[in-house]
């Protein structure tokens, strides 16, 4: 089993729709959590962090079910720009606390 | 903020031939720097962890002969690809974390690196 799965989509949506992106992790060790946005061809950009509480930042929305493993982000508002892949991103309790990444979720937002 | 630079860009070598590609922390010293490798459209797989002054943690099914790794410095690590074949083509990116915690205070990324061999 992977350490962290997605759904590697693609979504189409149009501009100004809500679209959910979901992520599920296998360790239950694992401490931090993260979603990353990456650009064809570019390096993965931290989009936020996720909490257990819940955060958001603007248009996007994170959730974090520690008890079922999985964790969740929400774009609102979709936007041309938001168009991207979307990595889910856990830390692992091993040497070095290292940083395990999903496949990730194509977003494509149209006009 | 923390910035790594990562070179060189891109590369393209012979078949047979090893390249060095460096990662490098310019503003904190990466206790920890992890290397990462993405074939197209697939996800970043870690390759391995290098810590300053020890020897690197490679993941399962990552030959540790052929992708050498050397955190010599708290500002530098490098990942050697040996006698690199065109299997090995791929994009390759380092990333370097300051002290240690769980946060993602320090999970920063160099730019990657496209090694295309031939």
């Known amino acids: 089993r992977k350490e962290v799965e997605q759904d590697p989509g693609p979504f189409n949506v149009p501009e100004g729709a809500t679209v959910a992106f979901n992520c599920t992790y296998s360790?239950?060790?694992?401490?931090?959590f993260f979603w990353y946005r990456q650009d064809c061809r570019k390096e993965p950009k931290l989009l936020m962090s996720v909490y257990s509480s819940g955060n958001e930042d603007g248009r996007f929305t994170a959730q974090l079910n520690r008890a079922s493993q999985y964790i969740s982000l929400l774009i609102r508002d979709s936007k041309l720009s938001d168009s991207a892949t979307y990595l889910c991103a856990v830390t692992l309790m091993e040497y070095g606390n290292k940083l395990v990444f999903g496949a990730g979720t194509i977003l494509r937002v149209k006009s | 903020g923390a910035v790594v630079s990562q070179h060189p860009s891109r590369v393209i070598c012979k078949s047979g031939t090893s390249v060095k590609i460096e990662c490098r922390s310019l503003?904190?010293?990466?206790?920890?720097m992890f290397w990462y490798r993405q074939f197209p459209k697939q996800s970043l797989m870690l390759m391995a962890t290098s810590n300053e002054g020890s020897k690197a943690t490679y993941e399962q099914g990552v030959e540790k002969d052929k992708f050498l790794i050397n955190h010599a410095s708290l500002t530098l690590s490098t990942l050697t690809v040996t006698s690199a074949h065109p299997e090995d083509s791929s994009f390759y990116i380092c990333?370097?974390?300051?002290?240690?915690?769980?946060?993602?205070?320090?999970?920063?990324f160099g730019s990657g690196t496209r090694l295309t061999v031939v």
């Open positions: 360790n239950s060790a694992s401490q931090s």
């Open positions: 990333s370097a974390r300051a002290g240690q915690g769980g946060s993602n205070y320090g999970y920063t």
């Open positions: 503003d904190f010293q990466a206790t920890t």
